[in-house]
T-cell receptor, first 113, second 117 residues
C-alpha cells in the first residue's frame, strides 16, 4: 500500500518570506504522480502543483516549486514570497498510474503579516 | 478550465432518510470520478471510484449498499447516502479526473457538508 507522510502538522511564515513543506511517500510503483493541493477555509481543494515521477526536472508554478527526490521518495513544496492568501491546509498526494490517489495528513500553514 | 461543481453545498436531514449529492464536471468530460470523505481537521479518505457506465469500486470498509454511486453520464456522478445516521455526518468531496498529455489530474468540487440529526 502507498503511504504519504507529512511530518509538519503546522507551520507559520512571515509574509514575503519563503517556507518549505515536507512530504515523503512510500511505494513500490515506478510510474506515479505527485501533487500538492491547497485547502483554504472554504474547503475547496485547489491544485497547486504536480510532478510526474518519470521527470527529473522539478516542477514550478510561479511562486511554488517542488524538490522531488525520487530515490529518497521525498516531495517538498517551497513557497516563495509568501502571501496572506497562502494561508491554508496543504495536502501532499500520491497517485498511481491507475489514478488511485492517497493524501497525507496535511500541513496547516499560516502566513503572518 | 477544469471546473467541478457539487450540489448541494450543505444539507441537513433527519436520521433514516436518504440524501443525494451531485458532482458535475462543467467544462470537461470525466469517465472517472472519485468520492472522498473528510472529517474535521483530517485528511481526505477515498470512499469509491465512479466509472461512467459501470459499477463503482468501493474502498475497503465502505458499505456499497449505504453509499450508492451512479455515474450515468460523462459529466455527472451522484452519491446517495441511504438511511442516513448521525455518524454519516461529514464533509463529502468529489473529484473528476481530467486526462492530460503529461499527467492525469483530479479536480475537486467544493464539497458538501452533510448533517444528520
Amino acid at each position: 500500500a502507498q503511504t504519504v507522510t507529512q511530518s509538519q502538522p503546522e507551520m507559520s511564515v512571515q509574509e514575503a518570506e519563503t517556507v518549505t513543506l515536507s512530504c515523503t511517500y512510500d511505494t513500490s510503483e515506478s510510474n506515479y504522480y505527485l501533487f500538492w493541493y491547497k485547502q483554504p477555509p472554504s474547503r475547496q481543494m485547489i491544485l497547486v502543483i504536480r510532478q510526474e515521477a518519470y521527470k527529473q526536472q522539478n516542477a514550478t508554478e510561479n511562486r511554488f516549486s517542488v524538490n522531488f527526490q525520487k530515490a529518497a521518495k521525498s516531495f517538498s513544496l517551497k513557497i516563495s514570497d509568501s502571501q496572506l492568501g497562502d494561508t491554508a491546509m496543504y495536502f501532499c498526494a500520491f497517485m498511481k498510474s491507475n489514478n488511485d490517489m492517497r493524501f497525507g495528513a496535511g500541513t496547516r500553514l499560516t502566513v503572518k503579516p | 478550465g477544469a471546473v467541478v461543481s457539487q450540489h448541494p453545498s450543505w444539507v441537513i436531514c433527519k436520521s433514516g432518510t436518504s440524501v443525494k449529492i451531485e458532482c458535475r464536471s462543467l467544462d470537461f468530460q470525466a469517465t472517472t470520478m472519485f468520492w472522498y470523505r473528510q472529517f474535521p481537521k483530517q485528511s481526505l479518505m477515498l470512499m469509491a471510484t465512479s466509472n461512467e457506465g459501470s459499477k463503482a469500486t468501493y474502498e475497503q470498509g465502505v458499505e456499497k449498499d449505504k453509499f450508492l454511486i451512479n455515474h450515468a453520464s460523462l459529466t455527472l456522478s451522484t452519491l446517495t447516502v441511504t438511511s442516513a445516521h448521525p455518524e454519516d455526518s461529514s464533509f463529502y468531496i468529489c473529484s473528476a479526473l481530467l486526462h492530460g498529455g503529461a499527467a492525469d489530474t483530479q479536480y475537486f468540487g467544493p464539497g458538501t457538508r452533510l448533517t444528520v440529526l
